[in-house]
């Protein structure tokens, strides 16, 4: 009698989309009955653990969403590896709230320096916090900006970024662009601008962007909007790559 009736439960909670109830709602019974616990008590952990499946869910999508090319996160971040570097300024910024407020950030620093791995921790909490956020390199940005423009689909390319809460354009100079490449990812800066939040990466202090921008005036332009409001830090110690494979060296010298 009961296994029937726990059939039907189990069917209702299929129809009505409620998997980890599903998959819970007997185990959650049977300890409910031996803590002696009431039936308002044991509807709210039951229902507690299908809130919180569905928030997981949602973060493994947007996460997923992102494009993030690798994992990382702020727990193998060693701060004191890059003392320049304000660790509660950052911290600050996984919080999340400067998406919130639509103010941006950036990464100025040379290679290695940790730059792409901040911004994708910075990401990530992003998409904890329920944002919707997209990680590219520059140059892809601009590759897919363009190759929407010829199949005439910049419209709708250009309004999907739009309905992004955070975007990351990493390392913006390693590259330049065409002319009008240069202007694509200008127009969706500039779109951006006090709208939706930006995260740019470069190993090109501002002096130097006009290399990759093409022309003083609308690097002059796109620097005026970017860093109205944003958060600029500095990261310049020595290569954390080149420091890890020396200390292999020696390691393997003293073995
Ligand atoms: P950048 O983007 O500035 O060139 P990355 O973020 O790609 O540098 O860092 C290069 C590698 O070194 C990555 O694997 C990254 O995780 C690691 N790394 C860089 N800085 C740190 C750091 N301070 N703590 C831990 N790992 C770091
Ligand atoms: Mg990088």
């Not at 939706?196 to 909007?225: C, H, I, K, P, Y």
Request: with cysteine; net charge positive.
């Amino acid at each position: 009698m009961a296994d029937n009736k726990n059939m039907l439960v189990r069917a209702n909670l299929k129809q009505l989309k409620l998997p980890a109830m599903g998959g819970e709602f007997e185990k959650l019974a049977r300890e409910a009955a031996a803590a002696n616990e009431g039936y308002e008590q044991y509807l709210l952990r039951l229902t507690e653990l299908e809130v919180a499946a569905r928030a997981s869910n949602a973060v493994q999508a947007r996460t997923r969403a992102a494009g993030f090319p690798v994992a990382k996160d702020f727990d193998t971040f060693d701060f004191t590896a890059v003392p320049s570097l304000s660790k509660p300024k950052v911290l600050e910024l996984a919080r999340g709230e400067w998406i919130e407020q639509r103010t941006n950030a950036c990464f100025i620093g040379s290679p290695g320096t940790g730059k792409t791995h901040l911004a994708i921790a910075l990401g990530l909490a992003a998409c904890r916090h329920g944002k919707r956020v997209r990680f590219a390199t520059a140059a892809t940005l601009v590759t897919r900006l363009e190759e929407a423009q010829k199949q005439y689909q910049l419209d709708r390319v250009l309004a999907q970024l739009d309905r992004i809460d955070l975007l990351i354009c990493d390392e913006l100079g390693y590259l330049s662009f065409s002319r009008a490449g240069a202007e694509l990812l200008f127009q969706v800066f500039a779109d951006r601008y006090e709208r939706r939040s930006l995260l740019v990466t470069s190993n090109l202090a501002f002096s130097e962007w006009s290399q990759v921008f093409q022309g003083e005036r609308m690097t002059a332009a796109l620097l005026d909007r970017l860093t109205h409001r944003c958060q600029i830090f500095e990261m310049n110690s020595e290569s954390f790559r080149f420091r890890e494979s020396m200390k292999n060296k020696k390691s393997k010298k003293s073995e």
